[in-house]
């Protein structure tokens, strides 16, 4: 009898936690976008790359990508949950990128560098 009772204890936590997880990652905005700018300095190029995720609940609509001076790249409309990558182009300053789009989002995000290990390629 205590065995079954213990067993429908952490049953219903192990239940409760995989809930809350889950409510967790729920969209909470209508309208989200994250965005990571990442530039990796290698000895002879620069990999560099810009990944947009909506994470609102509805789509967005002429998501612009700027980045930097007059280098602007049109994305269009992404779906909720959609992610996508873009480049920049040859040239362009990798200091930031400032990505708008309609329902007053404008997001000014800074490139950031990974982590660089010893002995990991590209190090």
Same mark, same amino acid.
């Given at each position: 009898?205590?065995?079954?009772?213990?067993?429908?204890?952490?049953?219903?936590?192990?239940?409760?936690?995989?809930?809350?997880?889950?409510?967790?990652?729920?969209?909470?905005?209508?309208?989200?976008?994250? %965005?990571?700018?990442? &530039?990796?300095?290698?000895? #002879?190029?620069?990999?560099?790359?810009?990944?947009?995720?909506?994470?609102?609940?509805?789509?967005?609509?002429?998501?612009?990508?700027?980045?930097?001076?007059?280098?602007?790249?049109?994305?269009?409309?992404?779906?909720?949950?959609?992610?996508?990558?873009?480049?920049?182009?040859?040239?362009?300053?990798?200091?930031? %990128?400032? %990505?708008?789009?309609?329902?007053?989002? &404008? #997001?000014?995000?800074?490139?950031?560098?990974? #982590? &660089?290990?010893?002995?990991? #390629?590209?190090?």
């Amino acid at each position: 009898m205590r065995i079954a009772f213990v067993v429908a204890i952490a049953g219903g936590i192990i239940v409760a936690a995989v809930v809350a997880m889950y409510a967790s990652q729920l969209p909470t905005q209508d309208y989200s976008l994250s %965005v990571d700018a990442l &530039k990796d300095e290698q000895s #002879i190029f620069t990999n560099a790359r810009v990944v947009l995720s909506n994470t609102g609940r509805m789509p967005l609509t002429n998501v612009m990508v700027n980045y930097g001076g007059n280098s602007t790249e049109f994305v269009g409309t992404m779906a909720p949950g959609h992610k996508t990558t873009v480049s920049p182009p040859e040239g362009t300053q990798l200091t930031f %990128v400032t %990505v708008t789009a309609d329902h007053d989002i &404008k #997001i000014v995000q800074a490139y950031r560098a990974p #982590i &660089k290990l010893p002995g990991m #390629i590209g190090s």
